[in-house]
């Protein structure tokens, strides 16, 4: 009878064993594993551990297992330190490989069993040789007693492949656990179209229009807010505003049914292309953080009114425009592509804002889920709680919603001036703006105007008095 239970020993070993590695499989993080954290020169951190590097930047891989590019130039003096020492190390590394042509893309046998699966084995192990002990006086080992060996067994297994299978698969987002976190409920009512076109109500004009049918509600507009534009800013590209054709099937649209995601995309590590919500005066509203991953707020690119121009010389806010509740009052400032609306710093009901969980949002009293805009990261969003669908031609962190309107550049985009700070904006006329710039103590300008032929003429007047002209037909 020992014979037989020693059998039965190794063949459960084996098979635990042999499922057990069948079963490892999935990002590289579990919850509760320590990331590093990197500290930039504005203060800001970001989580994630090394995970390749180019010559200038360093690859990091998040909690989520998503990837996030960092160029090594915007990181804290020690962090810049051990950057550079990893980009050497990846370099010498690489090189070896490469010469040695070494291609391995087993995972080392270690790695891929983990101290509880240890554990388990070893409790199996301590009742199959107690229970030998027990049996080995015994004539014969019951059948019912083998049913009940083989369960025991097989419950270990499958704790076993447990602990091996919470591993967080690539891509989503871990909730973080607290205690105001409100469960939504799984399904939502549609969103009244009045509702949303109350909100828009008070910045209709020629620029801003409506409309809907059963999918989506439909803004059209020229993305040019009727407050002033650009003052403020100290980190400037030379984009200047431009009425964008957010019209036709360009227009923006929110869906009027939200359903809320399985895993809330983060915009951390997404979304670096692209709007994430429309304000109501028809103005979109990008990532906090610019495609190098740095908060835009924080390292002056954002004027007055948490706005600036892209590469196409849209205007755009990257912070929560909550200047916009002096005009909404109490409605939604803005609302965000997965179709959730956005409050500013108070409750619609008038009282303090609530608790935010991940996403930056909450239920509401009517147990509809909204977000929040805010004065600190992340501003808007920060992670989308409803479904979305992300552009398959984008990858992360540059992936972007779709749908969503386009910009239409006009002009090969400009390079940053550096020391310039925007210190007036102005329209001359109605058909022309003067952008006034600060370089030290001199001053520079951009003067420009266009025809209802859509014939832009630029002068710019550098800040040594130096002038160029150049005109521009948009198509
Ligand atoms: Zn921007
Ligand atoms: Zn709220």
Redesign the pocket.
């Given at each position: 009878m020992r014979n037989v239970l020693h059998l039965n020993n190794l063949f459960i070993i084996l098979l635990v064993l042999s499922l057990k590695l069948h079963a490892h499989e999935g990002g590289h993080y579990s919850q509760g594993e320590i990331l590093k954290v990197w500290h930039f020169k504005n203060g800001q951190s970001i989580s994630g551990n090394f995970l390749y590097a180019t010559k200038n930047e360093i690859i990091l891989e998040q909690k989520e297992g998503s990837l996030v590019k960092i160029p090594i130039v915007i990181l804290a003096k020690n962090d810049l330190k051990l950057a550079r020492f990893k980009i050497k190390k990846y370099a010498e590394i690489h090189q070896q490989y490469t010469q040695r042509n070494i291609i391995n893309n087993q995972v080392p046998f270690f790695e891929m069993i983990d101290i509880r699966f240890f554990g388990y084995f070893l409790v199996t192990i301590l009742i199959l040789l107690w229970l030998s002990k027990r049996l080995k006086n015994q004539a014969y080992f019951q059948p019912l007693q083998r049913v009940a060996l083989y369960s025991f067994c097989l419950g270990l297994f499958i704790l076993a492949c447990k602990s091996s299978s919470d591993i967080t698969p690539a891509g989503t987002t871990i909730a973080i656990t607290g205690g105001t976190t409100t469960t939504p409920s799984t399904s939502i009512s549609k969103t009244s179209t009045s509702f949303i076109d109350s909100a828009f109500t008070p910045y209709k004009s020629a620029n801003l229009a409506i409309k809907w049918d059963d999918t989506y509600f439909y803004v059209s507009s020229n993305g040019i807010p009727t407050h002033n534009m650009m003052v403020g800013i100290t980190s400037w590209q030379q984009q200047v505003p431009i009425a964008q054709p957010y019209t036709g099937t360009n227009h923006w649209s929110i869906p009027l049914a939200p359903v809320y995601a399985a895993s809330p995309v983060s915009t951390k590590t997404n979304f670096m292309k692209g709007a994430v919500a429309l304000a109501v005066n028809g103005v979109p509203i990008f990532n906090a953080l610019n495609n190098r991953g740095e908060d835009s707020f924080l390292i002056g690119e954002l004027d007055q009114w948490g706005g600036h121009c892209g590469k196409g010389d849209d205007y755009h806010y990257h912070a929560a425009p909550l200047h916009l509740s002096a005009t909404s009052g109490l409605k939604p400032i803005a609302f965000a592509l997965d179709g959730f609306a956005v409050?500013g710093a108070k409750?619609p009901d008038g009282t303090i804002?609530?608790t935010l969980d991940e996403s930056h949002?909450?239920v509401?009293s009517n147990t509809v889920y909204?977000y929040?805009g805010t004065a600190d990261y992340p501003y808007v969003v920060g992670s989308m709680k409803g479904k979305v669908t992300l552009d398959p031609a984008t990858t992360a962190p540059e992936n972007q919603i779709i749908p969503q309107a386009f910009t239409n550049p006009l002009r090969p985009a400009l390079t940053p001036l550096n020391g310039a700070s925007i210190t007036a904006f102005s329209a001359p006329t109605a058909s022309s703006y003067l952008l006034t710039y600060k370089i030290g103590a001199k001053t520079g300008t951009v003067q420009y105007s266009w025809t209802n032929a859509n014939l832009f003429a630029f002068v710019f007047t550098d800040v040594d008095g130096k002038q160029t002209n150049a005109t521009y037909q948009r198509k």
């Open positions: 409050y409750e804002m609530k949002g909450h509401g909204h929040h």
